[in-house]
């Protein structure tokens, strides 16, 4: 089914575009997950002030996948104001009579070939997972040219990436062989395949940062070890210590503060990698939007 964003209406897309900032000025937006009760809602769910997705597809001419794409890479904007940005910018970049529904076979080929390059730029990466997300590239190809492959297509490359990814011993090989498993899937037919491919992505983006910062799994099990001793040593048995905000995080930094400053260190690394990787995810699905 051929789709007509807005219904060729730019007065439509305006219109969606202001519920949007009326509904965020009046502290009604709360990025996250789908939701529209009255008091609180998604982005999604300011814009159609309801959540039935049946509406962004009737009213508004949008594919579902982008409604579920927008709320969660909006959830993962670091304020309000920045989901809001985000939400206009989609809202903005997309043409009034245009279908963009092919848009979710573009951003997915996008995103496994920039995981597929940086992950080659740090390891050596096995034939077999560039043949299967090349194979999958392809399928997803077909159906920007308007082709619908068959299920019975997507369903073997699919199992293949994930009889795969159960072999191999390194993350960053595994993430990029998740992204290519949770790809493999009908676009057409699945409206949560485009955003939980750019969530696994996302994780794909942090190995990639600990494979450049040179953290390894030796060091994330110092830190589990010494947190588990904090935890054994200090709380386990003294309640009222809990009582009073103590935490094997706070002991870790008292009694092992070389292993402390390396966890915080760690987590900053994993928040700046999330955040690029959400930053490009938001780049790539705006720009294919504006393709469209």
Request: proline share 4%; with cysteine.
């Amino acid at each position: 089914m051929s789709l007509n964003a807005y219904q060729s209406n730019p007065a439509l897309r305006d219109a969606a575009i202001e519920r949007l900032r009326r509904n965020a000025a009046e502290g009604r937006l709360a990025p996250g997950p789908l939701k529209w009760d009255g008091a609180k809602g998604s982005v999604v769910g300011c814009v159609l002030e309801s959540d039935d997705l049946a509406q962004w597809e009737h009213a508004l001419g949008l594919p579902q996948w982008l409604a579920t794409t927008a709320d969660g890479i909006a959830a993962a904007q670091e304020s309000v104001d920045a989901a809001l940005a985000f939400g206009v910018d989609v809202l903005g970049a997309i043409r009034p009579g245009a279908d963009v529904s092919p848009a979710a076979s573009a951003v997915i080929v996008s995103v496994l070939a920039d995981a597929g390059d940086f992950i080659g730029k740090l390891t050596d990466v096995p034939a077999e997972l560039v043949d299967l997300s090349a194979q999958v590239q392809a399928l997803h190809r077909r159906v920007l040219e308007g082709d619908k492959p068959a299920p019975a297509e997507w369903r073997p490359v699919r199992r293949a990436a994930t009889a795969l990814t159960d072999t191999l011993a390194s993350d960053l090989l595994k993430s990029l062989a998740t992204c290519v498993e949770t790809a493999a899937w009908d676009p057409t037919t699945s409206k949560a395949v485009v955003f939980d491919t750019l969530r696994v992505y996302s994780k794909a983006a942090v190995h990639k940062a600990d494979a450049e910062s040179g953290f390894t799994a030796a060091d994330d099990a110092k830190i589990r070890e010494h947190l588990k001793l904090m935890w054994d040593t200090h709380l386990a048995h003294q309640p009222e210590l809990q009582k009073q905000n103590i935490t094997v995080f706070s002991l870790l930094e008292e009694h092992h503060p070389d292993v402390s400053a390396k966890l915080k260190w760690k987590m900053q690394l994993d928040r700046d990698a999330y955040a690029y990787a959400n930053r490009r995810a938001a780049e790539v699905l705006v720009a294919q939007l504006q393709r469209a």
